[in-house]
């Protein structure tokens, strides 16, 4: 069984920095790739970032660029979300996903993924 479990969120003020991760576990992931969505109160959820396999090609939301890093240590399964500088209307629910390939024409479709964690909660403070 597949399994994505995140950690890292929590309460932060506007400002500070959190990293979030996703580990995964029940198979192998060779040649996946991962993603972050978030989905705040009310709304829809949205695409944050994305990495490739190896790593080579990332995307990112316009809302996060230059503040979000994604990054993944195959090795461990895993994959990292750095959020520096965070506003308060990055709170949401953080959740990971993986897909079979990754386009920069749909990396932002949440059904172009097939297995998605719980969600780990962000908070922001103004």
């Known amino acids: 069984q597949v399994q994505l479990v995140e950690s890292g969120g929590g309460l932060v003020q506007a400002g500070d920095s959190l990293r979030l991760s996703c580990a995964a576990s029940?198979?192998?992931?060779?040649?996946?790739?991962m993603a972050w969505f978030r989905q705040a109160p009310g709304k829809e959820r949205e695409a944050v970032a994305a990495?490739?396999?190896?790593?080579?090609?990332?995307y990112y939301a316009d809302s996060v660029k230059g503040r979000f890093t994604i990054s993944r240590d195959n090795a461990k399964n895993t994959v990292y979300l750095q959020m520096n500088r965070l506003k308060p209307e990055d709170t949401a629910v953080y959740y990971c996903?993986?897909?079979?390939?990754?386009?920069?024409?749909?990396?932002?479709?949440?059904?172009?993924?097939?297995?998605w964690g719980q969600g780990t909660q962000v908070t922001v403070s103004s």
């Open positions: 029940g198979r192998t992931f060779r040649g996946y790739a």
């Open positions: 990495i490739s396999w190896g790593g080579g090609a990332t």
């Open positions: 996903a993986t897909a079979r390939t990754l386009w920069a024409s749909s990396w932002f479709i949440s059904s172009q993924y097939d297995y």
